[in-house]
């Protein structure tokens, strides 16, 4: 294999990779701080994508989607969380799944009612158009785009976490609820707040993605899967372990198509398996930030 | 331009929404004769199951499209038997579980008294083996794999149409004529993709020996919706030309995401058996309608049917009233759907009854026509000795909406690229996978 | 019947899981495995093998059994969400399986056309090909099994894994190995739903991947939520009302998700004892209590 398209799966992996890392740091961001697995997280990126492709095709402009469809995908999960999820924040594990499975449903439904059944395809704009060439190798541009957005997204959490007083709000809240809300965090507030980030970040994902692939219904099963695999990989609850996770997928996905065509999806449970039994708090530990 | 296109816009969406909504009992007295006898007239049932939703949906509601439009006609004129025609259509998701489900419904629940459908071969599969228990029969008039004849086969199943043997010999003739020897294949990972590849390459090699399969092929998922890993290993592995079975919305998404790659100038020649039928142009055109992203010089079977082709007085009639009609091109599934309902009505006019058994025996032997072709059942495995058209895109601004067009068609006759009985004999009695099947090759 | 065939067998599918869920305190989120591996096992007997449902069917469960005592001996050594986890991991790797191993099992069009052959009892044949007789079929085998369930579920083992659901570590010291009786509860809980899968295939004639995929392991979870998880037949009134939901809803909309998204929301903020719970508590007066933690 040549350089050039040893390079080309690479940036593909890393490509795939950036957009798993952003969905899947704002589903471990929401386990990490409220301790509540979100089945309904794919439905936010699903909805990014088809905010983007309506979006596009009203306004003609791409940029608009990328401001504004994750916004309205945080003002959706804001929704959620007070009406939905609040009431459940004490009940077990079960319901919490069985829960957001039904709002997994609901959402699917109203896109389904919002958007029909065909499938929708997004061009990414003009000037991401076309390919570069880097290191002697040709590659979309648009992917370049979603790299250097993944990198901005990570440094962005990651001064919001260590650097930020809302920061250590979260990270002291994830610790322990009870000792924060002693020391005068409104808890509750907070807990809104996060889970608006993390579907902001689903849905930004999903606006990423959507030049990438086909849109269309389904994309909610399928990625809440894989992002679940990530954070399991990568520790519930930690950012870096998302990021991890995440490299390792995109590279899998890639790769794999290429090396191990017949079985490339099931290495990545596998591996979930073996840091369940080996370490089941994951590569990173289970601490935010 | 703007009127005619978002009329068909409209349509289409609305089509889209309605298809989002459970089957709707249509057509039921719409004609003219003496209303009492008319209205009192037990209907008689059309069950149809479509892929109304999913990466295929335009394929579904073709299919509702051409068989609404034959109903509708067939009511016009006095009806069957002088019964009307009532139509209710399913939608099968691309899933084979409710392909099952839905063929039972239609019969038990609606009390469908015959079924027509199924664009995604898996999904038939599935279904045809509770037709024996339901006692129905089933018209096929888009899933194309060779099993649904041959392994799978039992005597309620038709199939009005060209499958992908059949197909895949009219692409081995074009392909042979071409210089290129290494050939590779992207295609959806499941029987019909198979078939349709090992089919073609099967033909090709025995017309021109020296070809060469190669082993690096591309086989991603039905609805994958990523494809760019996949088309980056075929461009490394340097073939001369690319068969591809990939059909319906997966080809819109791989011809978009390639070009960014430059696969249609770095490939030597790309023959699709599917990809490019009426739905694949729309979704690809762009600019209103004036221009396209497809490139000039594909070569594609538009799956059995090009609207422009043949031209001769009747096709170009049916044509014009299915556009005024629905404001679209009719999509081969709507030809083939069409041809269903007349193809029922012949064989159930013959017998003069709707009891299931005395139909499959007028029809087994029938010769029936469809807006473009005229075309014969076979007997012994119900499938359809028919014409395949091949031509290639070339731009062409007068096609409303596409601005492309599928030109310089041959059609490959009927008889010389059917599969002979011995073979399809052979194949069912001894459960053996088809010959061609060493051709696919995954890694 | 059609409708009640299947629900027959998920009804064995939910109370089966529900043996180490709600009476042993697991919650498992990849059951769909030995559902899917009982169902593609004894189709495959069925159709290239022998066509006999009894030996189908018995290899069907074997293999589902086994699958469920190696999966099992893995994931019981984790606790609560990890075991949720790592049981969705393996279900999920079965499904990557029966989808990829295509010359086996057909690939994504899955296996098709299995065959209803009739039963053989030496003296005479029952057949199974019409719906009605297929559904009796299902009943019988279905009461059977239950029965059997209920009996181990009312049974000294059966009060042994309820007290090993509510305090693992107390019980320790009673000398009890937990381990061991969280395994063989899976290992029993394999083996009703590989059974259940087993009647799936001749059921519907032909079987596809997604059997397998984590949305099926999803199913018995919510019928036993909603029916209710601390009485053994509650699970069977969860999968009726699912079912039904399912059935009835579809049949007007395609919307069906909607409708039974808001139920399952309706049920979690309003009635988490499930349906049975609830009643059960109305009549009793006295409390079930939730889910053990």
Same mark, same amino acid.
């Given at each position: 294999?040549?350089?050039?398209?040893?390079?080309?799966?690479?940036?593909?992996?890393?490509?795939?990779?950036?957009?798993?890392?952003?969905?899947?740091?704002?589903?471990?961001?929401?386990?990490?701080?409220?301790?509540?697995?979100?089945?309904?997280?794919?439905?936010?990126?699903?909805?990014?994508?088809?905010?983007?492709?309506?979006?596009?095709?009203?306004?003609?402009?791409?940029?608009?989607?990328?401001?504004?469809?994750?916004?309205?995908?945080?003002?959706?999960?804001?929704?959620?969380?007070?009406?939905?999820?609040?009431?459940?924040?004490?009940?077990?594990?079960?319901?919490?799944?069985?829960?957001?499975?039904?709002?997994?449903?609901?959402?699917?439904?109203?896109?389904?009612?919002?958007?029909?059944?065909?499938?929708?395809?997004?061009?990414?704009?003009?000037?991401?158009?076309?390919?570069?060439?880097?290191?002697?190798?040709?590659?979309?541009?648009?992917?370049?785009?979603?790299?250097?957005?993944?990198?901005?997204?990570? !440094?962005?959490?990651?001064?919001?976490?260590?650097?930020?007083?809302?920061?250590?709000?979260?990270?002291?809240?994830?610790?322990?609820?009870?000792?924060?809300?002693?020391?005068?965090?409104?808890?509750?507030?907070?807990?809104?707040?996060?889970?608006?980030?993390?579907?902001?970040?689903?849905?930004?994902?999903?606006?990423?993605?959507?030049?990438?692939?086909?849109?269309?219904?389904?994309?909610?099963?399928?990625? !809440?899967?894989?992002?679940?695999?990530?954070?399991?990989?990568?520790?519930?609850?930690?950012?870096?372990?998302?990021?991890?996770?995440?490299?390792?997928?995109?590279?899998?996905?890639?790769?794999?198509?290429?090396?191990?065509?017949?079985?490339?999806?099931?290495?990545?449970?596998?591996?979930?398996? !073996?840091?369940?039994?080996?370490?089941?708090?994951?590569?990173?530990?289970?601490?935010?930030? | 331009?703007?009127?005619?296109?978002?009329?068909?816009?409209?349509?289409?969406?609305?089509?889209?929404?309605?298809?989002?909504?459970?089957?709707?009992?249509?057509?039921?007295?719409?004609?003219?004769?003496?209303?009492?006898?008319?209205?009192?007239?037990?209907?008689?049932?059309?069950?149809?199951?479509?892929?109304?939703?999913?990466?295929?949906?335009?394929?579904?509601?073709?299919?509702?499209?051409?068989?609404?439009?034959?109903?509708?006609?067939?009511?016009?004129?006095?009806?069957?038997?002088?019964?009307?025609?009532?139509?209710?259509?399913?939608?099968?998701?691309?899933?084979?579980?409710?392909?099952?489900?839905?063929?039972?419904?239609?019969?038990?629940?609606?009390?469908?008294?015959?079924?027509?459908?199924?664009?995604?071969?898996?999904?038939?599969?599935?279904?045809?083996?509770?037709?024996?228990?339901?006692?129905?029969?089933?018209?096929?008039?888009?899933?194309?794999?060779?099993?649904?004849?041959?392994?799978?086969?039992?005597?309620?199943?038709?199939?009005?149409?060209?499958?992908?043997?059949?197909?895949?010999?009219?692409?081995?003739?074009?392909?042979?004529?071409?210089?290129?020897?290494?050939?590779?294949?992207?295609?959806?990972?499941?029987?019909?993709?198979?078939?349709?590849?090992?089919?073609?390459?099967?033909?090709?090699?025995?017309?021109?020996?020296?070809?060469?399969?190669?082993?690096?092929?591309?086989?991603?998922?039905?609805?994958?919706?990523?494809?760019?890993?996949?088309?980056?290993?075929?461009?490394?592995?340097?073939?001369?030309?690319?068969?591809?079975?990939?059909?319906?919305?997966?080809?819109?998404?791989?011809?978009?995401?390639?070009?960014?790659?430059?696969?249609?100038?770095?490939?030597?020649?790309?023959?699709?058996?599917?990809?490019?039928?009426?739905?694949?142009?729309?979704?690809?055109?762009?600019?209103?309608?004036?221009?396209?992203?497809?490139?000039?010089?594909?070569?594609?079977?538009?799956?059995?049917?090009?609207?422009?082709?043949?031209?001769?007085?009747?096709?170009?009639?049916?044509?014009?009233?299915?556009?005024?009609?629905?404001?679209?091109?009719?999509?081969?599934?709507?030809?083939?759907?069409?041809?269903?309902?007349?193809?029922?009505?012949?064989?159930?006019?013959?017998?003069?009854?709707?009891?299931?058994?005395?139909?499959?025996?007028?029809?087994?032997?029938?010769?029936?026509?469809?807006?473009?072709?005229?075309?014969?059942?076979?007997?012994?495995?119900?499938?359809?000795?028919?014409?395949?058209?091949?031509?290639?895109?070339?731009?062409?601004?007068?096609?409303?909406?596409?601005?492309?067009?599928?030109?310089?068609?041959?059609?490959?006759?009927?008889?010389?690229?059917?599969?002979?009985?011995?073979?399809?004999?052979?194949?069912r009695a001894k459960r053996t996978p088809p010959p061609w099947m060493k051709y696919v090759i995954k890694g | 019947m059609v409708f009640l065939n299947e629900m027959l067998i998920m009804i064995l599918f939910a109370i089966s899981f529900?043996?180490?869920?709600?009476?042993?305190?697991?919650?498992?989120?990849?059951?769909?495995?030995?559902?899917?591996?009982?169902?593609?096992?004894?189709?495959? @007997?069925?159709?290239?093998?022998?066509?006999?449902?009894?030996?189908?069917?018995?290899?069907? @469960?074997?293999?589902?059994?086994?699958?469920?005592?190696?999966?099992?001996?893995?994931?019981? /050594?984790?606790?609560?969400?990890?075991?949720?986890?790592?049981?969705?991991?393996?279900?999920?790797?079965?499904?990557?399986?029966?989808?990829?191993?295509?010359?086996?099992?057909?690939?994504?069009?899955?296996?098709?056309?299995?065959?209803?052959?009739?039963?053989?009892?030496?003296?005479?044949?029952?057949?199974?090909?019409?719906?009605?007789?297929?559904?009796?079929?299902?009943?019988?085998?279905?009461?059977?099994?239950?029965?059997?369930?209920?009996?181990?579920?009312?049974?000294?083992?059966?009060?042994?894994?309820?007290?090993?659901?509510?305090?693992? =570590? /107390?019980?320790?010291?009673?000398?009890?190995?937990?381990? /061991?009786?969280?395994?063989?509860?899976?290992?029993?809980?394999?083996?009703?739903?590989?059974?259940?899968?087993?009647?799936?295939?001749?059921?519907?004639?032909?079987?596809?991947?997604?059997?397998?995929?984590?949305?099926?392991?999803? =199913?018995? @979870?919510?019928?036993?939520?909603?029916?209710?998880?601390?009485?053994?037949?509650?699970?069977?009134?969860?999968?009726?009302?699912?079912?039904?939901?399912? =059935?009835?809803?579809?049949?007007?909309?395609?919307?069906?998700?909607?409708?039974?998204?808001?139920?399952?929301?309706?049920? @979690?903020?309003?009635?988490?004892?499930?349906?049975?719970?609830?009643?059960?508590e109305k009549l009793k007066g006295r409390r079930l209590g939730g889910l053990a933690e």
């Amino acid at each position: 294999m040549t350089f050039s398209t040893f390079f080309a799966f690479f940036l593909n992996g890393l490509t795939n990779a950036m957009t798993f890392f952003i969905i899947a740091s704002g589903l471990t961001l929401i386990y990490g701080v409220l301790r509540i697995l979100n089945l309904a997280h794919g439905s936010f990126f699903m909805l990014g994508a088809f905010f983007t492709f309506q979006l596009t095709h009203w306004l003609g402009n791409f940029w608009y989607a990328l401001i504004f469809a994750p916004f309205i995908c945080a003002v959706a999960g804001v929704l959620m969380e007070r009406i939905f999820i609040r009431p459940v924040y004490g009940l077990p594990i079960p319901f919490q799944l069985l829960l957001t499975f039904g709002l997994m449903l609901l959402i699917a439904d109203i896109v389904r009612i919002f958007w029909g059944v065909a499938f929708r395809t997004v061009t990414e704009p003009q000037v991401l158009s076309g390919t570069m060439n880097i290191l002697g190798t040709s590659y979309p541009r648009y992917n370049f785009f979603v790299i250097i957005i993944g990198i901005l997204v990570g !440094i962005f959490i990651w001064i919001l976490l260590t650097k930020t007083r809302f920061g250590k709000m979260i990270r002291a809240s994830s610790s322990d609820r009870e000792v924060a809300n002693g020391l005068g965090i409104n808890v509750p507030w907070l807990y809104t707040a996060v889970f608006g980030i993390g579907a902001w970040l689903a849905g930004l994902s999903g606006v990423l993605a959507a030049p990438l692939r086909s849109i269309m219904l389904e994309m909610d099963v399928h990625t !809440i899967i894989e992002a679940f695999a990530i954070v399991v990989i990568g520790g519930l609850g930690s950012i870096p372990g998302a990021l991890i996770g995440s490299l390792l997928l995109g590279q899998l996905n890639s790769f794999g198509t290429l090396y191990i065509p017949r079985f490339e999806m099931a290495f990545m449970y596998v591996f979930m398996a !073996i840091i369940l039994l080996i370490r089941p708090k994951g590569l990173l530990g289970e601490e935010v930030g | 331009m703007s009127k005619k296109v978002s009329r068909r816009k409209f349509l289409k969406d609305a089509g889209l929404f309605g298809a989002g909504m459970i089957g709707v009992p249509l057509l039921k007295g719409v004609s003219r004769g003496p209303s009492n006898a008319w209205a009192a007239a037990k209907p008689i049932k059309f069950g149809g199951i479509y892929s109304l939703s999913g990466v295929v949906a335009a394929w579904g509601k073709a299919g509702q499209q051409g068989a609404m439009m034959a109903a509708m006609e067939i009511n016009q004129a006095g009806g069957i038997l002088k019964r009307p025609v009532e139509c209710k259509f399913e939608d099968d998701a691309c899933n084979p579980e409710f392909g099952v489900r839905k063929t039972r419904r239609l019969v038990l629940d609606w009390g469908a008294d015959f079924l027509h459908g199924f664009n995604h071969s898996g999904v038939a599969l599935s279904a045809v083996p509770v037709l024996p228990e339901l006692k129905r029969m089933l018209l096929i008039p888009c899933a194309s794999s060779p099993a649904i004849t041959t392994e799978a086969f039992n005597k309620y199943v038709f199939r009005p149409r060209a499958n992908v043997y059949q197909s895949g010999a009219a692409a081995g003739v074009i392909a042979s004529k071409m210089p290129h020897k290494k050939w590779t294949v992207i295609g959806p990972d499941y029987s019909f993709g198979w078939d349709a590849w090992g089919a073609f390459f099967y033909h090709l090699q025995k017309r021109k020996p020296d070809v060469e399969c190669m082993q690096i092929q591309a086989w991603p998922k039905f609805a994958a919706g990523d494809f760019t890993s996949y088309i980056v290993k075929l461009l490394e592995a340097k073939p001369d030309a690319v068969y591809t079975p990939l059909w319906g919305g997966d080809f819109v998404t791989f011809l978009k995401q390639a070009k960014r790659y430059g696969f249609f100038e770095k490939i030597g020649a790309v023959i699709t058996e599917g990809g490019l039928a009426v739905d694949g142009f729309y979704a690809l055109s762009t600019k209103g309608g004036t221009e396209s992203e497809v490139p000039e010089g594909v070569w594609g079977a538009a799956h059995g049917y090009w609207f422009d082709h043949p031209k001769t007085e009747k096709n170009q009639k049916w044509v014009e009233k299915f556009m005024s009609i629905y404001g679209e091109y009719p999509h081969n599934v709507a030809h083939d759907a069409y041809g269903c309902m007349y193809l029922y009505k012949k064989a159930i006019e013959k017998v003069k009854s709707i009891n299931t058994d005395a139909v499959i025996e007028a029809m087994e032997t029938m010769e029936f026509d469809t807006p473009g072709y005229a075309r014969k059942m076979r007997k012994e495995d119900h499938s359809a000795v028919c014409e395949v058209p091949y031509g290639f895109t070339k731009k062409d601004p007068e096609k409303v909406g596409i601005a492309m067009n599928l030109v310089d068609i041959r059609d490959a006759p009927g008889k010389d690229v059917i599969e002979p009985i011995e073979d399809v004999l052979e194949r069912r009695a001894k459960r053996t996978p088809p010959p061609w099947m060493k051709y696919v090759i995954k890694g | 019947m059609v409708f009640l065939n299947e629900m027959l067998i998920m009804i064995l599918f939910a109370i089966s899981f529900n043996l180490l869920f709600g009476y042993t305190g697991l919650l498992s989120f990849g059951h769909a495995a030995f559902f899917s591996i009982g169902s593609y096992v004894a189709g495959l @007997v069925l159709l290239h093998i022998y066509p006999s449902i009894p030996l189908a069917f018995a290899i069907g @469960v074997v293999a589902a059994t086994l699958a469920a005592w190696i999966i099992g001996y893995l994931c019981v /050594r984790l606790d609560e969400i990890y075991f949720a986890m790592l049981t969705l991991a393996f279900g999920m790797m079965v499904h990557t399986i029966v989808w990829k191993w295509d010359r086996l099992t057909g690939g994504a069009d899955g296996l098709v056309n299995i065959p209803r052959p009739p039963l053989n009892f030496l003296l005479f044949q029952v057949d199974l090909s019409s719906i009605a007789s297929y559904y009796y079929f299902t009943l019988i085998l279905v009461a059977i099994s239950l029965y059997v369930l209920w009996v181990i579920v009312n049974s000294h083992f059966g009060l042994t894994l309820r007290a090993v659901r509510e305090n693992s =570590e /107390r019980i320790q010291f009673v000398g009890i190995n937990v381990r /061991r009786y969280r395994l063989i509860s899976f290992v029993i809980s394999g083996f009703f739903c590989g059974l259940a899968g087993a009647l799936f295939g001749p059921f519907l004639k032909s079987i596809t991947p997604s059997i397998a995929f984590w949305t099926k392991s999803a =199913e018995p @979870v919510f019928m036993s939520l909603l029916g209710g998880t601390k009485i053994f037949l509650a699970p069977a009134v969860g999968s009726v009302i699912f079912m039904y939901l399912k =059935e009835i809803i579809s049949g007007y909309t395609e919307l069906w998700m909607l409708y039974l998204g808001a139920i399952l929301i309706g049920f @979690v903020l309003f009635l988490p004892g499930g349906i049975v719970g609830f009643l059960y508590e109305k009549l009793k007066g006295r409390r079930l209590g939730g889910l053990a933690e």
